[in-house]
């Protein structure tokens, strides 16, 4: 399954350690990962939304923001065409 990832970390001055911590948690525990913008990612992973709040909540703040979805249907933006190419598989 495909899993749209993505956050906006509020915490005073730990900002760029959060957002690594939250990068290696997000690529150590999917299938794959790409990042899609700054702050979001894409993976491909056997579990929940529920289950990817839960692994990345301890790296979170109560002024933090935090959202996961599973991508289905025809998503559509635009990103680097082999970026599409690896959605296009997964979903």
């Keep these: 399954m495909l899993l749209l990832i993505s956050y906006d970390l509020d915490a005073q001055g730990a900002r760029p350690a959060n957002y690594e911590q ?34 990345l909540r301890d790296l979170l703040t109560p002024a933090d923001r935090l959202f996961v979805v599973r991508v289905t249907g025809s998503p559509n933006g635009w990103l680097p065409a082999d970026f599409w190419e690896w959605i296009n598989s997964h979903v």
């Design 22 to 55: 939250i990068r290696e948690r997000i690529t150590s525990s999917a299938i794959e990962a790409r990042r899609a913008l700054y702050s979001q990612w894409l993976v491909v992973t056997d579990d929940s939304p529920a289950a990817w709040v839960e692994r």
